[in-house]
Nanobody, 122 residues
Framework: QVQLVESGGGSVQAGGSLRLSCAAS????????MGWIRQAPGKEREFVAA????????QYAGSVKGRFTISRDEAKNTVYLQMNNLKPEDTAVYYC???????????????WGQGTQVTVSS
């Protein structure tokens, strides 16, 4: 079965760093886009970052660009989200997700992890 398992969340002070990991298994993701989506309490889901599993394309939300970096290790089937200079507004549950890389970019995220909590205190 396809599984996405996040890890690396926790509580940090503002200005600190965390690295989230997403271990992917169950299929090849060569034709998929891997994304990180977060949801804060009482807020809508928010796109954070995404990249093609095969590389060559990345995308970041403006609120995190320059602070967060998405990367992957194909050999380990793992996607990472390096989060630096964390701010209280980054507090949310972070989900790893995967969707087909379609020409129109409209494919829904079909695989989701359970999420990992990130809490940033002032």
């Amino acid at each position: 079965q396809v599984q996405l398992v996040e890890s690396g969340g926790g509580s940090v002070q503002a200005g600190g760093s965390l690295r989230l990991s997403c271990a992917a298994s169950g299929r090849t993701f060569s034709r998929y886009v891997m994304g990180w989506i977060r949801q804060a309490p009482g807020k809508e889901r928010e796109f954070v970052a995404a990249e093609r599993w095969s590389g060559g394309s990345t995308q970041y939300a403006g609120s995190v660009k320059g602070r967060f970096t998405i990367s992957r290790d194909e050999a380990k089937n793992t996607v990472y989200l390096q989060m630096n200079n964390l701010k209280p507004e980054d507090t949310a549950v972070y989900y790893c997700a995967a969707r087909l890389d379609t020409p129109d970019g409209l494919a829904e995220y079909e695989y989701w992890g359970q999420g990992t909590q990130v809490t940033v205190s002032s």
